[in-house]
């Protein structure tokens, strides 16, 4: 959970009300009664799972949750903030389309409902004998894969530092780093990538890693992807986007990216303004596969507009005053392919997306459904081995958005503007990244084969 974006005044005023209650009355508190949820023994584990990651000295989020008296400071706040399904950060829809991930970091309903009635009375600290040992981190300097690979990322890009000007409109910096360390074809198996510097969160909108490389006589996977689909891939591809909610990318296994030797970042730097100067930059974690590994598949990071089918055809992006617009977008899967996530991004207008997969035999299929798009939060649901979409060749993957240019949407500036497409915050998107991972055709029949799944006939 990160609760972050809760109004600094109102969290502050939450610390001072604990502060001063008197000491009976705290020491009352603490007391459970039978039948009494308590933290040591309910909301402790909750946290430990779902909070304490961010929650913590040296995370990412601006309190600590790790111990009974931090948290009982912002009870009211946790509980008004978890019954809201605010935070944590997770806003797919939990009751269409594909419900398994990789990295789901939502509460159930039972554990929400424990928080709440742990607030409701009294947030007692309960029996210490009955709190579970203290979760470690191994930190590795902060990189969250650290937890999944157990050690710093084998190779870290940095980019140049870059200063976002104070009460200025959106900035955008796009330098070039030269990738060091490289000496021979290296397949990628993660990502993750973060910015760096006292308030650069607070101003960086997003960061991308654009990949460019000479491929000449580059070595191939197991299985090429299309050859259209290879030759726009054919200079590196986007290698990673950072956004608030979007950390890093886990190749499936036997699936990768690929880096080769003087291969080089092109970073796009897009920063909004505060009150202040903020300088920062970004790094880049990369875990690679051991020397000589050949992977099954390449994967790439595809744009999916809701308004065209590339990037360069903005003309359905057309949001008039005070008005709910909706734009689609129609993408052809060329071969087959298993789709990998989803991730929706637009701007402070956009407020629902949904990705489909029309299928051959013409049947419609929601494969993720986004209600209630929050701009601070660019959450990636990453699929679960299980559950990731495999679709057929010639499969038509759309994306709907809806864009709600009204005073009823809370982080609309100003609802009398004519809205298109553009950079800057004030303007507009509508694109779903996701990774798409090709497969040949007898792949995908043994898979449909152990599935159930008819295969469609050419």
């Known amino acids: 959970m990160h609760f972050s974006l809760y109004p600094a005044g109102l969290a502050a005023l939450v610390v001072v009300m ?61 509980k008004q903030r978890v019954t809201s399904r605010t935070m944590p950060p997770w806003f797919i829809d939990k009751t269409v389309g594909i419900q398994h991930f990789a990295n789901d970091i939502s509460l159930s309903d039972a554990q929400i409902a424990t928080i709440a009635k742990w607030v409701d009375e009294g947030s007692p600290q309960g029996d210490m004998k009955d709190m579970p040992a203290a979760k470690t981190f191994d930190d590795n300097d902060g990189w969250r894969l650290a ?13 140049p530092d870059y200063t976002a000007k104070a009460n200025f409109q959106d900035q955008w910096n796009r330098p070039v780093t030269v990738i060091q360390g490289i000496n021979g074809p290296r397949w990628v198996r993660a990502v993750e990538m973060r910015p760096v510097g006292t308030d650069s969160r607070k101003v960086f909108h997003h960061i991308l890693a654009n990949l460019y490389q000479d491929e000449t006589g580059a070595p191939s996977p197991e299985v090429a992807a299309p050859k259209d ?4 891939g054919g200079d590196g591809g986007l290698l990673m986007e950072w956004a608030i909610g979007k950390n890093y990318d886990i190749y499936r296994d036997g699936t990768a990216k690929l880096l080769m030797p003087g ?28 020397e000589g590994y050949t992977p099954h598949y390449r994967t790439f990071l595809t744009s999916l507009s809701a308004f065209g089918r590339n990037a360069e055809d903005t003309s359905g992006l057309d949001i008039p005053p005070n008005s709910i617009q909706v734009s689609e977008g129609f993408h052809v899967l060329e071969a087959p392919a298993r789709l990998e996530n ?28 986004l209600p209630d798009f929050n701009f601070m939060w660019m959450t990636n649901y990453i699929y679960a081995d299980d559950a990731a979409p495999v679709l057929p060749k010639g499969t038509i993957v759309k994306i709907t958005a809806w864009h709600n240019n009204t005073s009823a949407w809370p982080s609309n500036p100003d609802p009398n503007q004519w809205v298109g497409y553009g950079d800057r915050t004030v303007d507009e998107m509508a694109h779903a990244w996701v990774n798409i991972t090709y497969m040949s055709q007898a792949d995908y029949d043994s898979w449909a084969a152990q599935h159930n799944v008819s295969t469609p006939k050419e």
């Not at 999944?148 to 870290?156: F, N, Q, S, T």
């Not at 689909?229 to 726009?232: D, G």
């Open 263 to 290: 291969a080089k970042i092109r970073w796009e730097y897009h920063t909004h303004s505060t009150t202040k100067d903020v300088t920062g930059h970004p790094e880049l974690g990369v875990y690679l596969y051991p």
């Open 147 to 159: 937890q999944v690979y157990g050690r710093a990322p084998d190779l870290i890009i940095q980019g």
């Open 18 to 78: 604990a502060a001063g209650t008197p000491a009976n009355a705290q020491a009352s508190a603490s007391v459970a009664t039978p039948g009494q949820v308590t933290f040591t023994k309910d909301v402790a584990p909750i946290l430990q799972e779902k909070c304490q990651t961010c929650h913590r000295s040296g995370g990412v989020a601006p309190m600590s949750l790790l111990t009974y008296q931090q948290t009982k400071a912002y009870a009211k706040v946790i």
């Open 342 to 369: 989803f991730q929706a991004h637009m701007h402070l207008r956009g407020q629902a997306m949904e990705m489909e997969a029309i299928l051959p035999n013409g049947k419609d299929e929601v494969l993720s459904y």
């Open 229 to 232: 689909v290879a030759e726009r």
